[in-house]
């Protein structure tokens, strides 16, 4: 049950030509959406260093604007950025327009070919407007759903065993997630090492 629930969206059905995993069978892809946020992103930059992982931040634009100098850490310790919309824009209630400015302002501040629409809502319209721009647009293939407080991190962890090779990770390091994100991460990112399998960015999906 909880398989089918992390690991299939309707959205694939619809959406085949963007990225949904990655093509190295050996490694997973971890992704963190919506920072940075000072209290979060630091404790996960610093668990990331532990273990010696690297990782893809999709930034909001007005965050990046707001912590500088987090950003910057985050670019330092060898991770990558993607571009997650200057607002946290909802694509499905948007404005093409604006949608689009949107994705464009912040291009411009992370200079980022990788893309991810928040919450995962995008029209067809906005996903050729953006490949366009030469972006590659990036979903995911396990949702850690670390934001839902109505699951618990147990819940998350037995899901979490389904990770395999290729899969594209979400997890997010905003506001919803500071008090649970990081026992999360201290389960499931040994467990996968213990897999021997290795930690990429998106730079070599």
Known sequence: ???????????????????????????????????????????????????????????????????????????????????????????????????????????????SRFFRPPYGKINLKSINKIKALGNKIVFWSWLSRDYDSTLSNSQILKASLKIKGGDILVFHDNEKTKDRIIPLLKNIVPALLSKNLTFRTLENL
């Open 1 to 111: 049950m909880w398989y089918r629930i992390w690991k299939f969206n309707w959205l694939s059905v619809f959406f085949p030509n963007v990225y949904w995993q990655g093509a190295n069978k050996n490694a997973i892809y971890l992704t963190f959406d919506d920072g940075p946020n000072p209290i979060v992103t630091p404790q996960v930059l610093d668990l990331l260093e532990e273990y010696k992982v690297h990782a893809t931040f999709f930034c909001v634009g007005e965050n990046i604007e707001k912590h500088p100098e987090l950003y910057s850490r985050i670019i330092a310790s060898g991770h990558l950025i993607g571009n997650h919309t200057h607002n946290h824009d909802n694509g499905w209630r948007t404005k093409a327009n604006t949608y689009i400015n949107s994705v464009e302002r912040t291009q411009a501040i992370t200079n």
